[in-house]
Structure formats: structure tokens, C-alpha cells
């Protein structure tokens, strides 16, 4: 009975996250410039493989598989955020402008008060 209702839920985890993966996919193809594409791709391919790594550890019944999982779910969360936040700012710093239809650019505002 606990084995059926784990699988049932790992295969609801894995769904969710195969639709998150797919949601990063299509924002990087489809968004405008390098630094949605990042969003995309660093915040929902985040959270899809979060949770198909917790799919895989509710599924599992062996200790250092879930334990694994989680840790890989911690390092996913501390490491592609701040990554792609580091990535963006090289980028912008290397003289990557964004999309014409961004309206705020804080980084603009930051460099324009450094040279001041």
C-alpha cells in the first residue's frame, strides 16, 4: 500500500517537473535576450530537476539514494541561481544590452552611479 502511494506520487512529482523542464525549453527558444533566456532556463530547469530528484527519492526506499536526491536538490538550489545571477552580470559588464522592451535595468542605474 505505502509502495503504491509513493509511486503514484513520484510519478505526480515527475510529471510536474517534465513540465518545468519543458516550460525552461521553451523560454530559452522563445524569449528575447540572454538574460530572460538565463531566467528561464536557471529558475525553472531548477525546479523541474528538484523535483524529479525528489521523485526519484520518495520512489526510492534505500537511504543513500534519498539522501543523494536531497543533497542534489540543495546543491541545485544554492548553485543556479547564483550562477546565472553571476553569468548575467559578466555578460552585461562584457556589453550584452537587453531586449529593447526592458524597462528596468538596475544595472544600468548601478554603473551609471559607480562612474559618478
Known sequence: MVEEIAAYAAGVL???GSVFSLLAAVGILRLPDLYTRMHAASKA????????LIAIAVNAFDAPVILRALVGVVFLLLTAPVSAHLLARAAYSAGYKPAPI???????????AKKT
Do not use: F, R
Open 102 to 112: 526592458t524597462h528596468i535595468n538596475d544595472l544600468e542605474q548601478d554603473t551609471k
Open 45 to 52: 530547469g531548477t525546479m523541474g530537476s528538484g523535483l524529479m
Open 14 to 16: 515527475l510529471l510536474i
